[in-house]
């Protein structure tokens, strides 16, 4: 009996220990719990916040697209006619005088098929009969054969039975983009 007592004295200081232990480790629990909550109180007084910058930030997207129409609504009329001569481009084939209303940059004819636009001033290195058959599908206004690039005679064929005006420029195409822009007034 004695021993059952002296043991369950040592144990006692133990059990103490422990449940000091415990009740320190759930204070310090209860600390970081209370920590946690007061940070997401700021994320959540942050994120309450952010409505107000995104609302801002959208206001400002609505500037810049109705500054982007504005700029669209002042672009000059330019024609195919004229625009080979303020170029400099050489006539390669007439075609049908067309009213350019963009510009669209791009040898891959699978992605301008779908990216370029009715009117678009087409500028590539294709010199071959599939550039007349996308710029027509696209009804691009024009086709601007750029560094240099020699058409084949299917391309120049095609291109005169189609109406499709093809030029002519040692250019590369972003330089021949950016002269057809500056003629338009899309950029000074």
């Known amino acids: 009996m004695q021993m059952q007592q002296k043991m369950k004295n ?7 220990s422990a449940t000091g232990a415990a009740g ?10 209370d920590a946690a909550a007061g940070a997401a109180a700021q994320s959540a007084d942050a994120a309450a916040q952010t409505p107000g910058a995104a609302a801002q930030s959208a206001g400002a ?9 504005q700029t669209a609504d002042a672009a000059a009329a330019v024609e195919t006619t004229a625009l080979a001569a303020a170029c400099g481009f050489a006539v390669l084939v007439p075609g ?3 009213e350019i209303t963009g510009v669209y940059t791009g040898d891959l004819l699978s992605w301008a098929m779908g990216r370029a ?6 500028c590539t290195v294709m010199g071959n009969v599939n550039t ?7 009804d691009c206004a024009c086709v601007v054969l750029c560094h240099s690039a020699v058409p ?24 021949a983009s950016l002269a057809v822009a500056r003629v338009m007034g899309l950029v000074k």
Do not use: C, H, N, Y
């Not at 636009?117 to 087409?122: H, I, Q, R, V, Y």
């Not at 007349?132 to 696209?138: D, H, K, R, S």
């Not at 064929?157 to 420029?169: N, S, Y």
């Open 117 to 122: 636009k009715e009117g678009d001033a087409w």
């Open 96 to 98: 049908d005088t067309r």
């Open 61 to 69: 997207a609505a500037q810049t697209t109705g500054a982007a129409a």
């Open 132 to 138: 007349i058959a996308v710029a027509t599908l696209a």
């Open 152 to 175: 084949d005679d299917a391309m120049r064929e095609r291109a005169a039975q189609q109406g499709v005006a093809v030029f002519t420029t040692s250019l590369p195409e972003f330089e």
């Open 10 to 16: 040592e144990a006692e200081p133990s059990a103490v």
């Open 24 to 33: 320190a480790t759930a204070q310090t629990v209860t600390q970081t719990t």
